[in-house]
């Protein structure tokens, strides 16, 4: 093995210059610099009349009346100021089959995708129908499985959230097969790389329809010319076709979660037979999704919103008290029930130089100094403190089960004066699919350790501990 031989992650590969679609027309050009074609799907003379050649010399407005000649859509110009902006998508047909197609500028490119689509309408009542799951249901993400599930009828449709460790689990699901159920199954970080997490911000609805149908090449352009990153009929990468061929499924659709411009998680689907989503129906997928998205964001605002009142008026009434009592040990005691409440926790300590009030189940008064210096050595100047999984240096090693949660909040910069929550800990069995581990293969051929996706997700189960609740709220 030689000395330069490197680690190649998944991560590591290049999806910006795939070089192959997924079986749907694609058409791309210059937009603002020449005007002319400069690489097109070798498949396009299924539905146009044209050799490849000839396509390659034809200019803007040439296909523009193209356009127009063979399906009666006229497109007069194109404001390229405006679909940078937003693309430019409509229906059309080319021999009696419907297709979708969308126009769009990325990276002084204008893209041209045809991509298949069937002739239905879309009933406002349908909608309505959405709406209402969603109204009267307690679980927006189980509902959101169940709606999309009658869209598009996969046999597996899940919810997946993206946790602080960038691990996933499975939060909600909906399915019609016998297969075991993944709800609460993790999944490790490096499943759903950190590359293509940024790609599923780009794209937020993405199918392949069948992972063993043949691709498509492009012809003109070398690959590192265009950057397919933003294209909806990009073939997915091998990697991911593997990784989907070792799940056990043929046809695999996303749609992105996002909820303050960052992705959130993903509504993953997959079916055991081939299946395409027609375009209409995978946008109504992700108008179900963003909708979804929106109402959850509704609903932590206003469970914050009805937070921040109860602490207004424990913070009003707390300084009512504080005027006409000289006694601040004596108004901090009376409010230590207040306290708790507003922070679940299972024990307090309320500490100033001249006296330490305990509530429930607190460490005791050495652990709490040794406490007190660790956290102002971390936080310095700064008033408020929380951590849901603190412990000690490793060279003060002790039982921290019933402080393993901590919240501190002080009144002064030395930090005399401060009121402490804790939590305890709790021992709790994670459910995996398969061993979160990665193997790499040496390969000859690349010099390189390659890491190949995971074949085996049966259940592994995992002990562990953390706090009942993270101490979330200061």
Request: glycine share 4%; aromatic share 12%.
């Amino acid at each position: 093995m030689s000395e330069a031989a490197k680690i190649l992650n998944c991560e590591r590969r290049t999806y910006t210059s795939v070089r192959k679609n997924s079986g749907t027309l694609a058409i791309f050009w210059f937009s603002t610099l020449i005007g002319k074609c400069i690489a097109i799907s070798e498949n396009c003379r299924r539905w146009l009349p044209l050799d490849l050649p000839a396509a390659m010399q034809l200019k803007i407005h040439d296909f523009l009346g193209f356009i127009y000649q063979e399906t009666g859509v006229k497109i007069e110009s194109l404001d390229l100021s405006h679909i940078s902006r937003s693309p430019l998508t409509f229906k059309t047909h080319l021999h009696g089959e419907c297709f979708q197609l969308t126009i769009y500028i990325h990276n002084d490119l204008l893209f041209l995708e045809f991509e298949k689509n069937e002739s239905i309408v879309i009933e406002l009542s349908q909608l309505n129908e959405f709406q209402r799951n969603f109204d009267f249901s307690d679980n927006i993400w189980q509902t959101l499985c169940e709606n999309i599930y009658r869209i598009i009828g996969f046999d597996r449709i899940m919810v997946y959230q993206f946790l602080e460790d960038s691990s996933g689990i499975v939060i909600a699901e909906k399915k019609t097969i016998q297969e075991e159920s993944l709800l609460g199954y993790r999944y490790p970080e490096f499943d759903i790389p950190q590359q293509a997490r940024k790609l599923y911000l780009k794209n937020l609805a993405r199918q392949t329809p069948d992972i063993h149908a043949d691709t498509v090449p492009l012809f003109g352009a070398e690959p590192t010319q265009i950057d397919l990153s933003k294209s909806q009929i990009r073939a997915l990468s091998p990697i991911h076709l593997q990784y989907l061929h070792n799940f056990g499924v043929r046809a695999s659709a996303s749609f992105s979660i996002v909820i303050d411009d960052k992705l959130w998680g993903l509504v993953a689907c997959q079916n055991i037979t081939p299946k395409f989503i027609p375009y209409d129906r995978k946008s109504l997928c992700l108008f179900v999704t963003h909708y979804a998205a929106t109402k959850y964001l509704v609903e932590q605002q206003r469970i914050k919103i009805e937070d921040d009142q109860k602490i207004k008026e424990i913070e009003l009434e707390l300084k009512e008290r504080l005027v006409f009592n000289s006694s601040i040990e004596k108004t901090l005691k009376e409010f230590a029930k207040p306290f708790m409440q507003a922070i679940p926790s299972s024990g307090l300590i309320i500490r100033s130089p001249d006296f330490v009030t305990r509530y429930g189940e607190t460490p005791s008064d050495y652990l709490l100094e040794e406490i007190h210096a660790e956290i102002n050595s971390r936080i310095g100047d700064e008033n408020i403190f929380t951590s849901h999984a603190f412990s000690l240096p490793n060279n003060k090693k002790t039982d921290n089960s019933n402080w393993t949660g901590v919240a501190r909040i002080s009144f002064d910069k030395e930090h005399d004066y401060a009121i402490y929550w804790f939590r305890k800990e709790i021992l709790t069995e994670e459910k995996w699919a398969g061993i979160p581990e990665k193997h790499p293969i040496f390969s000859e051929e690349k010099n390189a350790y390659i890491y190949s996706p995971r074949t085996s997700f049966q259940l592994w189960k995992k002990q562990g501990k953390r706090p009942i609740r993270k101490m979330e709220y200061v």
